[in-house]
T-cell receptor, first 117, second 111 residues
C-alpha cells in the first residue's frame, strides 16, 4: 500500500525557536496533503489542507503565520512551527491523498511529537 | 457542529475475548462513518467504513453497523488477538468532505 513518512518522529526545541516537520509520500503523487494536531486524550484536529503548488487553507482558529505550510512538490509538504511555545507541544500528523480519491482514502504518516521547553 | 464520541481506554482484554468499542456521532445530514486503526509506530489505516444507514462495514474480523436511529457505529470483534493491540479511531466525513475523529481508544490484548 501507499506509504507516507514523517521526519522527524520526535523533536524537542526551545521556546522561541522554529521547527520544521517534513511529510513525504513515498510511492504516489500526493496532490493534497492534510496536517492534523492531536493533544493528549483529544481528537485529531485538522489544521490545514494544502494542494500542491497552492497556498494552504487553514481551519478556523489556526494561525497561518505561526504554522507555515509549504507543498512545493507532489511528494513533499512541510509544516514549520514558528516561534514555538510550550502550548504548541503536541503530536502532529500529516496525511496525503491523490486527486480523485475519496476523503477516507487518505494515507497517514506516523506522526511527529513536538515538545517545546 | 459535527462530532464523534468514543469510549475512553485503555480497553484490556485477554486473547480470544469479545471486543466492543462504542462510538456515537452527532452530524447533520447523512455522514459516512469509518474506523481507523493505528498500530505502534505506524500511521492511521482505514479499517472499515459504512456510507449509509444499516450498512455493515467489515474487515479482518472486525465489524461495525451504521445505526442511524441511535447515531452509533460500534466496533466489534468476536475473538481478539494480541496482534489487534492498537489505537482505534472512529471518524465521520461530513458535507465539508473532511474527516472528524474521535479521541481514539487504546486496545491492549494479553495472551
Amino acid at each position: 500500500g501507499a506509504v507516507v513518512s514523517q521526519h522527524p518522529s520526535w523533536v524537542i526545541c526551545k521556546s522561541g525557536t522554529s521547527v520544521k516537520i517534513e511529510c513525504r509520500s513515498l510511492d504516489f503523487q500526493a496532490t493534497t496533503m492534510f496536517w492534523y494536531r492531536q493533544f493528549p486524550k483529544q481528537s485529531l484536529m485538522l489544521m490545514a489542507t494544502s494542494n500542491e503548488g497552492s497556498k494552504a487553507t487553514y481551519e478556523q482558529g489556526v494561525e497561518k503565520d505561526k504554522f507555515l505550510i509549504n507543498h512545493a512538490s507532489l511528494t513533499l509538504s512541510t509544516l514549520t512551527v514558528t516561534s514555538a511555545h510550550p502550548e504548541d507541544s503536541s503530536f502532529y500528523i500529516c496525511s496525503a491523498i491523490t486527486s480523485g480519491r475519496a476523503i477516507n482514502e487518505q494515507y497517514f504518516g506516523p506522526g511527529t511529537r513536538l515538545t517545546v521547553t | 457542529g459535527n462530532s464523534v464520541t468514543q469510549m475512553e481506554g485503555p480497553v484490556t482484554l485477554s486473547e480470544e475475548a469479545f471486543l466492543t468499542i462504542n462510538c456515537t456521532y452527532t452530524a447533520t445530514g447523512y455522514p459516512s462513518l469509518f474506523w481507523y486503526v493505528q498500530y505502534p509506530g505506524e500511521g492511521l489505516q482505514l479499517l472499515l467504513k459504512a456510507t449509509k444507514a444499516d450498512d455493515k462495514g467489515s474487515n479482518k474480523g472486525f465489524e461495525a453497523t451504521y445505526r442511524k436511529e441511535t447515531t452509533s457505529f460500534h466496533l466489534e470483534k468476536g475473538s481478539v488477538q494480541v496482534s489487534d493491540s492498537a489505537v482505534y479511531f472512529c471518524a465521520l466525513s461530513d458535507l465539508s468532505d473532511k474527516l472528524i475523529f474521535g479521541t481514539g481508544t487504546r486496545l491492549q490484548v494479553f495472551p
